[in-house]
């Protein structure tokens, strides 16, 4: 017989060693998809462009009115996640409404999830940025939103006459539908 030639397998290792690898393999992946899922909200958001939001300070403080405007928004989506809106789908009552105050105004905002999916809302000058949140208006934001079932609240003083945006701003949400006017007179 060569010295080529064996008559028993040569083995790298056993069988016994190959059953510990992967039951440590199939642990780690169980273990990571135990974090990746029960952090769900946090890897399907995106962050916003920058790490905070920016707040409009260009307007003077307003001169109270002493008149209270409560408004109540509830966060809809439909049900395949393609639109959302405000109190209702588009084509319904409700749908996205108008909300005007004049300037003086205190407002308070309560806002509720009524969706599955995660929102946050705020009153913009820019409803293509969700970053130009007026100071004060935030119920949440994109880093840290109202989950299903959830509702926030607001009391702000209506600033400088004009027309700016209630939105949701979680990024994409309000060119998915979730942004009415807010008009201060």
């Known amino acids: 017989m060569s ?3 064996h008559e028993e397998p040569i083995l790298r290792t056993s069988p016994a060693r190959v ?5 440590i393999i199939i642990g780690l992946i169980v ?3 135990v974090i990746f899922f029960a952090n769900w909200d946090y890897w399907i958001s995106s962050p916003p462009a920058v790490s905070q939001q920016k707040h409009d300070t260009t307007k003077g403080p307003a001169v109270a009115t002493g008149k209270e405007i409560k408004v109540s928004l509830k966060f809809v989506e439909s049900s395949d996640f393609r639109t959302l809106a405000f109190n209702a789908l588009p084509g319904e009552d409700g749908n996205n409404p108008e909300i005007k105050v004049k300037s003086g105004d205190t407002v308070t905002i309560k806002a509720k999830n009524a969706g ?3 929102h946050s809302f705020g009153v913009v000058t820019n409803p293509e940025d969700p970053t130009t949140v007026v100071s004060g208006t935030a119920i949440r934001d994109p880093n840290n939103p109202l989950k299903p079932g959830q509702e926030g ?3 702000f003083t209506a600033g400088a006459p004009g027309t700016y945006y209630y939105i949701c701003t979680v990024p994409g949400h ?3 539908g979730m942004k009415g006017n807010f008009i201060v007179e």
């Not at 059953?19 to 039951?23: F, N, Q, R, T, V």
Request: hydrophobic share 40%; proline share 0%; charged share 20%.
């Open 3 to 5: 010295h080529t030639e």
């Open 31 to 33: 273990i990571g998809a």
């Open 19 to 23: 059953g510990k690898m992967l039951a």
């Open 174 to 176: 309000a060119l998915q």
């Open 153 to 155: 609240e607001t009391t």
């Open 116 to 118: 599955k999916s995660f």
